[in-house]
């Protein structure tokens, strides 16, 4: 099956920092999504983007298809970005394969 | 807006008891996903449901067992509970069929925290 890499693994900032995460994966896919999940586990939606740029507030992310790699940007970090952040990759068969995630500490 | 919703939120059971976890999904969305996240782990597909039919097929445990109701709301039936199912449960749906384009967007439920002890 598709294999889904983000990197890195952990990462620790001070407020008001910025941050590039990043997802790769090994196959073509549909969609893509980016989420994030808060201390209470819910899992919020941040962006659908199979390919392009999308902004949304201080959050972007970038998909570059053909290259097989995603990118969540994170300008001016809160505390409330803390938590874990997936990227999730939709194939043919309309399942998603969820990366290991990148588990954000923002300290203030 | 309305958005996915499971039930119950949190739920306790003893082993090789039965569990059943409930998912309504967001009105007009004819596809259903239930996804299993142990902790510390990263959500893992089980099944998905695309109207009232099995669209395709995780690592789901022989134990469990699922399906999809005329009003597109879906029950993850668990039985033989063992430790090891301790987990957040999260049901997704999305508005359109399986491969389509440009949704299968998915859409999260709050999950359930099943406990088994």
């Known amino acids: 099956g598709i294999q889904v890499e983000q990197s890195p693994p952990d990462l620790i900032l001070q407020e008001g920092a910025n941050s590039t995460l990043r997802c790769n994966f090994s196959?073509?896919?549909?969609?893509l999504q980016w989420f994030h999940q808060n201390p209470w586990g819910q899992l919020i939606n941040l962006f659908y983007i199979p390919s392009g740029t999308k902004q949304n507030g201080r959050l972007s992310a970038t998909t570059v298809a053909t290259e097989r790699y995603s990118l969540l940007y994170i300008s001016s970090s809160q505390t409330t970005d803390s938590g874990v952040y997936f990227c999730a990759v939709h194939t043919n068969a309309g399942k998603s394969t969820f990366g290991d995630g990148t588990t954000l500490t923002v300290k203030p | 807006a309305a958005g996915v919703i499971q039930s119950p939120r949190h739920l306790i059971k003893e082993k090789r008891e039965t569990a059943t976890l409930k998912c309504y999904p967001i009105?007009?969305?004819?596809?259903v996903y239930w996804y299993q996240q142990g902790p510390g782990q990263d959500p893992q597909f089980l099944i998905s449901?695309?109207?009232?039919?099995?669209?395709d097929k995780g690592s789901i445990p022989d134990r469990f067992s699922a399906q999809q109701f005329s009003d597109y709301h879906s029950e993850l039936n668990m039985s033989s509970l063992e430790l090891g199912d301790s987990a957040l449960y999260f049901c997704?749906?999305?508005?359109?069929?399986?491969?389509?384009?440009?949704?299968?967007?998915?859409?999260f439920g709050p999950g359930t925290r099943l406990t088994v002890l």
């Open positions: 009105p007009r969305h004819d596809t």
């Open positions: 196959d073509s896919v549909n969609n």
């Open positions: 449901f695309y109207e009232k039919m099995q669209s």
């Open positions: 997704a749906s999305s508005p359109q069929g399986v491969g389509t384009s440009p949704a299968d967007t998915q859409y």
